[in-house]
């Protein structure tokens, strides 16, 4: 991975830093004859212990981001830094222990081991993290304390959820970033999966970015960036951030 310092522009007033700074980011997919122009020229930076909203519509670019951000993609042009390592053109290898180190990954849907009960999905993570919190303390942060034992059949949408973002920061990840975490779920059970987001950020400081067309969840951010056919059109600072458990949509 290509080592360097990230631009001195990448802290705010107060001095927080930078865990992501992207200089004019863009992606290409070559869909045979038609290219298709995913990202246009993204300039932005994610804090420190900061919980983000990604906010736009289908196909506005939020998930190619947040797939670059998390190692799972590459960048066509421009340039982006995970803290003082750049990821630009890292191989493939350094990608791998990139994502196994730093990021966790919470998506629309579970991807939950079926035949695992909810201790050993997250234990699946845990057995070959550095540094992990234990099955039992992950669930516990999601209020599933008392479902350990339960197999994904036996659990709720919202509860199979909560057991895949236990996954996600049982090992104690730099970042968490989220595709529609709340996609297919409905607004009560989406709420409590938020709820679980939010004291994730406040406890253990964990900067998160959750990517989403629903405007309603805008309110909980620190920060809301509006995505637009691939482009950043507006940063919004929330100065009053308001409770998950209060949202609805």
């Known amino acids: 991975m290509t080592s360097g310092v990230v631009p001195s522009q990448s802290a705010t007033p107060d001095g927080r830093r930078a865990v992501f700074h992207m200089e004019q980011l863009s992606k290409t997919y070559d869909m045979g004859a038609v290219q298709v122009l995913a990202l246009r020229g ?4 994610l804090y420190a212990g900061e919980l983000t909203v990604l906010l736009g519509a289908s196909g506005s670019g939020k998930s190619t981001l947040l797939n670059i951000l998390g190692g799972l993609d590459v960048a066509s042009a ?11 053109s890292a191989d493939d290898e350094v990608l791998t222990r990139y994502r196994r180190e730093n990021v966790g990954f919470v998506f629309q849907f579970y991807n939950l081991i079926p035949s695992l009960t909810a201790r050993e999905n997250v234990a699946v993570v845990t057995e070959i ?8 303390d992950a669930l516990a942060l999601v209020g599933l304390a008392e479902r ?9 949408g919202g509860e199979q959820q909560r057991v895949a973002i236990a ?6 990840p730099t970042v968490l970033l989220c595709d529609e975490p ?10 409590l999966v938020l709820q679980a987001l939010e004291r ?4 253990l400081g964990t900067t998160t970015a959750v990517i989403t067309h629903n405007a309603g969840i805008a309110a909980m951010a620190d920060r809301v960036v509006h995505i637009s056919d691939g482009a950043v059109a507006e940063v919004e600072i929330n100065t009053a951030k308001t409770s998950a458990r209060e949202l609805s949509w």
């Open 42 to 45: 993204v300039d932005l930076d």
């Open 78 to 88: 421009g340039r982006v830094w995970f803290c003082d390592q750049e990821l630009t």
């Open 129 to 136: 993290a550095k540094d992990p919190m234990s099955p039992e």
């Open 148 to 156: 350990l034992d339960h197999f994904p059949a036996q659990l709720s």
């Open 167 to 172: 996954r996600a920061i049982a090992k104690q």
């Open 182 to 191: 709340t996609g297919a779920l409905d607004s009560k059970t989406g709420v």
């Open 200 to 203: 994730i950020n406040t406890e």
